[in-house]
Structures are given as C-alpha cells and as structure tokens.
T-cell receptor, first 111, second 113 residues
Framework: GQQVMQIPQYQHVQEGEDFTTYCNSS?????IQWYKQRPGGHPVFLIQ?????EVKKQKRLTFQFGEAKKNSSLHITATQTTDVGTYFC???????????FGAGTRLAVHP | NAGVTQTPKFQVLKTGQSMTLQCAQD?????MYWYRQDPGMGLRLIYY???????DKGEVPNGYNVSRLNKREFSLRLESAAPSQTSVYFC????????????FGDGTRLSIL
C-alpha cells in the first residue's frame, strides 16, 4: 500500500539552530498533512498542503510540497524548547477516507 | 468543547483477558479511526469507519474488532489480549473528505502482562 517515509527518525539541536524533517513517497500524493505530538500528548494538526510547489508559513515553521507532489518538508527556524516533540507527515492518497502517517521525526532541543 | 474523548486513560490486562476501549466525539464528524502507537513505529491504522454503519480494516487489524455504535461512538475491542498489543491507542475523528484534518483523543495507555 501507499507509504510515506519520513527522515530523520530523530534529531537533537541546540536552541536557536534550524531543523528540517522530510517526508517522501514513491507515488504522487493528493495532499500532505503535518501534525505535532508533544511528549505524552496526542497528535495535533498543524497544516495541510495540496498544490504542487506549495509553500506555507506559520511563524517560524515553513512547510513545502514538492513540485512532483512526492515529497514534503517542514523547516523550523531558530528552534525553541517549545518545539520539542515528534512531527508527523500524513497523506490520504492511499484511500479517500484513510490517513496514513509517516513514522515521525522526534526533535529534541537543548537549551 | 470536549472534542474526542477516550476511556479509560490507562489499563493493565493479563494475557487472554478481553477489553473494550471507548471513544466518543462531539463534533458531528462522519469518520472515526483507531490507531496504535509504538515507539519508533509512528501511528498505525487499526480500523476506521468512514461513516455510521460502515467499518473497514486498516494496516494492522489482526486481534481487534470494532463497533460503530452510532455517529458519536466508535469502540475497539481486544477479545484475547496479547503482550504484543501493549501500546498507546488513539482514537481520531474528522469530517468526511480527503482535505479534512484529524482530531485525536488523549489516548489509552494499555499494558498487557
């Protein structure tokens, strides 16, 4: 079935450094959603990308959808300790009613 | 607004015991989902219900059953719990449509000894 592969699995950064996580698929995605899960919490929806080459920003977070709609990235500028958590990409391309998640990237930020 | 409510929050079972995890949403969403989350494995879809009266298997349905009791409630049952089913279980709901975000409950932390 359709899969989304996410890299890296884990990254630790010093506070103030930038961070990027990547989501890749072998098939064309109709959309990509990004979620954040704080330690001990549940995933929370951040954003959705639909259009080829789309770029969206939320404060220090920048989300991109590739031109071929097979990859996406989340970039955080100048990380803060509040950014700690696991970031998941997900896509419903595998089935209209299903959302398939990547394995997630766990971000640790050292003050 | 409660959103998605899961009960219980924690549970310990012995191998072979049965249990039903409850989930209810108050957002009038058509679609509901059950996921399990294991370290390093992300969220894996167990079962989903696209609308009231329908259920379908996800990626890892073996050992589980579900019931879409009504539009609000979607339960997950373990008939004979096994240690491999130790996990955190999340229920989610969303409005029908590929573009809609999912809303998650707080999860049930289940340990099977």
């Amino acid at each position: 079935g359709q899969q989304v592969m996410q890299i890296p699995q884990y990254q630790h950064v010093q506070e103030g450094e930038d961070f990027t996580t990547y989501c890749n698929s072998s098939t064309t995605l109709s959309n990509i959603q990004w979620y954040k899960q704080r330690p001990g919490g549940h995933p929370v929806f951040l954003i959705q990308l639909v259009k080829s080459g789309e770029v969206k920003k939320q404060k220090r977070l920048t989300f991109q959808f590739g031109e071929a709609k097979k990859n996406s990235s989340l970039h955080i500028t100048a990380t803060q300790t509040t950014d700690v958590g696991t970031y998941f990409c997900a896509s419903s391309s595998g089935g209209y009613n299903k959302l398939i998640f990547g394995a997630g990237t766990r971000l640790a930020v050292h003050p | 607004n409660a959103g998605v409510t899961q009960t219980p929050k924690f549970q310990v079972l012995k191998t072979g015991q049965s249990m039903t995890l409850q989930c209810a949403q108050d957002m009038n969403h058509n679609s509901m989902y059950w996921y399990r989350q294991d370290p390093g494995m992300g969220l894996r879809l167990i079962y989903y219900s696209a609308s009231e009266g329908t259920t379908d298997k996800g990626e890892v349905p073996n050992g589980y059953n579900v019931s879409r009791l009504n539009k609000r409630e979607f339960s997950l049952r373990l008939e004979s719990a096994a240690p491999s089913q130790t996990s955190v279980y999340f229920c989610a709901s969303r409005e029908q449509g590929a573009a809609e975000p999912q809303h998650f409950g707080d999860g049930t932390r289940l340990s099977i000894l």
